[in-house]
């Protein structure tokens, strides 16, 4: 038995490995806990389990010099070295994206929702998901899959219409210009309120909403509307780019806290981010974009699943 942890930005996910599927599974806000340390205690104690043994993490950033910090607003800094010195085993860390793609060779049926049916042209995947950030990762299927973890969400944003092209103009403006527009900066919970705070810029008027929580209750508001319009438009651009540049046409799987939400508030739509998916020229490309099928995750943990895999 394992200890399974997933952290991200804004939430800490543990559960306990079975051959099934992840067990005893529980959510927590990083910002509760100091570090991944007291947050694993909490959980053991929470959960009548032995605060040490082996230990599998997914975490939303990378390595350097054997540390793993984040990229977002998760302030914890975690060290493997120092966990096997308080009794943990680190049986594997890797990226919470790398972890949910290996998700892809276990999930089934009810884990997923079909947004569109479609015929693989490829036997590679590709997944990617808005939350506190923006995640991708590729699994290429053959005698032995292989994951290819990314820092896909930090490609510049393309932009296809003037309205795009005013919009990022004004999020580069929001980033006092110090580094380039990224899809992280528009598609993600932090980048749907970026959209809505260019658009307030832009328009020369005063911010009303102060999170993108607050943006689903009032969608009366036009540019908050526009901004969920935009966000679409752009996570459309940002998987067709990604399903092309890693030949992923075997499908394409959509998960992430944000769109969890906006599936929930009935603000998702599915028509007007297929209509950017498909926007592209050559005809092989095209083609292959309109075939191939399109899937939500519904299960709530698809790094979880595949740490467990």
């Known amino acids: 038995m394992s200890i399974l942890a997933d952290i991200?930005?804004?939430?800490a996910r543990f559960a306990v490995s079975s051959p099934e599927s992840p067990e005893?599974?529980?959510?927590?806000e990083a910002v509760d806990f100091k570090n991944l340390q007291e947050a694993l205690a909490h959980y053991c104690q929470e959960h009548a389990l032995k605060p040490s043994g082996p230990l599998r993490i997914a975490a939303a950033g990378s390595p350097e010099n054997g540390l793993w910090a984040f990229v977002n607003k998760n302030t914890w800094i975690?060290?493997?070295k120092e966990l096997?010195?308080?009794g943990w085993q680190v049986e594997r860390i890797v990226n919470d994206f790398e972890a949910a793609a290996w998700s892809l060779l276990v999930?089934?049926?009810d884990d997923l929702n079909v947004v569109r049916s479609g015929a693989p042209a490829s036997p590679s995947k590709c997944i990617l998901g808005p939350g506190t950030g923006l995640g991708l990762a590729y699994v290429h299927q053959g005698d032995r899959p292989v994951v290819q973890p990314t820092h896909g969400g930090h490609l510049p944003v393309a932009c296809l219409t003037d309205e795009q092209v005013l919009v990022i103009q004004a999020v580069q403006r929001l980033k006092n210009n110090d580094t380039i527009a990224v899809y992280e900066n528009v598609v993600s919970g932090p980048g749907l309120y970026n959209l809505y705070r260019a658009l307030c810029l832009i328009g020369g008027s005063s911010v009303q909403v102060q999170s993108p929580e607050e943006m689903l209750q009032r969608l009366d508001d036009l540019k908050v509307s526009t901004a969920l319009r935009l966000f679409h438009e752009f996570l459309g651009l940002f998987a067709a780019s990604s399903v092309i540049a890693g030949h992923a046409y075997g499908g394409l799987y959509l998960t992430g806290g944000v769109l969890g939400r906006l599936i929930e508030a009935g603000q998702f739509d599915q028509e007007h981010f297929k209509r950017w998916f498909c926007l592209?020229?050559?005809a092989p490309v095209t083609r292959?974009?309109?075939a191939m099928p399109i899937y939500h995750i519904t299960y709530l943990y698809p790094a979880l699943k595949g740490l467990n895999a």
């Open 24 to 28: 005893k599974i529980a959510k927590y």
């Open 280 to 282: 592209h020229g050559i």
């Open 8 to 11: 991200g930005g804004t939430y």
């Open 84 to 86: 096997e010195g308080e």
């Open 78 to 80: 975690i060290d493997p």
């Open 288 to 290: 292959d974009l309109r």
């Open 107 to 109: 999930l089934e049926g």
